[in-house]
T-cell receptor, first 117, second 112 residues
């Protein structure tokens, strides 16, 4: 148990559906992340939120829409996805971004396995 | 953007043999982190190296950070079946950055 939970663990959706992935961290961290992990590519950072402000957006298509209502919760809203978006979506959190601190290790949730039909 | 190259991509070893994975960058790294992902699991933080030439040990695992801070390695002595998984190195984009750039990982299989 890493203190980062994700729901649902598995999701199958059609290309016209709208769904949301949820992430919650119980570690008191102030930064949260969305990653995409597929068989063909390494861990791809999608979004970073620090103190509920989005600080990174790595050219992610607009069909992925993140939301961070508070420092403990992170959502990824999905709409009109493509089959190539099928992947494991991982949420992570970390403490302060001070490089000399041990707090910038990232704690990952178990992930949501997404299949787009 | 910053890239970290990790080799090999796959490694099959007999139980009891040693294993090493390497991580290289063309630029000087602020620090480097190592993660392990078990099959069907999620990445779990193992260690962070910060200082030039730093060496850290965790039981059978030895982590090194190069003198020039451009490369790192993870060495496992006498592998066990519990070592199976994918090992990733990751580096911060820069001072104060939150963004970790991950290597492609080395998938380790241990033959009992």
């Amino acid at each position: 148990e890493t203190g980062v939970t994700q729901t649902p663990r598995h999701l199958v959706m059609g290309m016209t559906n709208k769904k949301s992935l949820k992430c919650e961290q119980h570690l008191g961290h102030n930064a949260m992340y969305w990653y995409k992990q597929s068989a063909k590519k390494p861990l791809e950072l999608m979004f970073v939120y620090s103190l509920e402000e989005r600080v990174e957006n790595n050219s992610v298509p607009s069909r992925f829409s993140p939301e961070c209502p508070n420092s403990s919760h992170l959502f990824l809203h999905l709409h009109t996805l493509q089959p190539e978006d099928s992947a494991l979506y991982l949420c992570a959190s970390s403490g302060a971004g001070v490089i000399w601190s041990s707090y910038n290790e990232q704690f990952f949730g178990p992930g949501t396995r997404l299949t787009v039909l | 953007g910053q890239q970290v190259m990790q080799i090999p991509q796959y490694q099959h070893v007999q139980e009891g043999e040693d294993f090493t994975t390497y991580c290289n960058s063309s630029t000087t790294l602020s620090n480097i982190q190592w993660y392990k992902q078990r099959p069907g699991g999620h990445p779990v933080f193992l260690i962070q190296l910060v200082k030039s030439g730093e060496v850290k040990k965790q039981k059978r695992l030895t982590f090194q950070f190069g003198e020039a801070k451009k490369n790192s390695s993870l060495h496992i002595t006498a592998t066990q079946t519990t070592d199976v998984g994918t090992y990733f190195c990751a580096a911060l984009s820069g001072a104060g950055s939150y963004q970790l750039t991950f290597g492609k990982g080395t998938k380790l299989s241990v033959i009992p």
